[in-house]
């Protein structure tokens, strides 16, 4: 069962960048579809971007243009470089993967990290 962990979150000024950063441990990450997923209190968890195995990308046109997933598979990690934020993108981000071909990874999650944009 492979294990995710977040980390990058933090506070950051509308306009500005972040980048997330999900290391997996204990699965072959390469077989891994993997995604990024926010969450605003109260509503439903919200897919923002996801990867294939072979690099395929997803994107959620709220973020398309600003958000960029990558991974890599040397280092077990995949990531969210997001730029142009703006106080929308406000959430816990949470990283997911499954072992299977699909652009909605959900079989196994991180823990979260906040983000929060704001002057």
């Known amino acids: 069962q492979v294990q995710l962990v977040e980390s990058g979150g933090g506070l950051v000024q509308p306009g500005g960048s972040l980048r997330l950063s999900c290391v997996a441990s204990?699965?072959?990450?390469?077989?891994?579809?993997m995604a990024w997923y926010r969450q605003l209190p109260e509503k439903e968890r919200e897919l923002v971007a996801s990867i294939s195995q072979s690099g395929y990308t997803y994107y959620t046109d709220s973020v398309k243009g600003r958000f960029t997933i990558s991974r890599d598979n040397e280092k077990n990690t995949v990531y969210l470089e997001m730029d142009s934020v703006n106080p929308g993108d406000t959430a816990i981000y949470y990283c997911?993967?499954?072992?299977?071909?699909?652009?909605?990874?959900?079989?196994?999650w991180g823990r979260g990290t906040q983000v929060t944009v704001s002057p």
């Open positions: 204990g699965g072959a990450f390469e077989n891994y579809a």
């Open positions: 997911a993967g499954t072992p299977r071909n699909t652009y909605q990874p959900r079989d196994y």
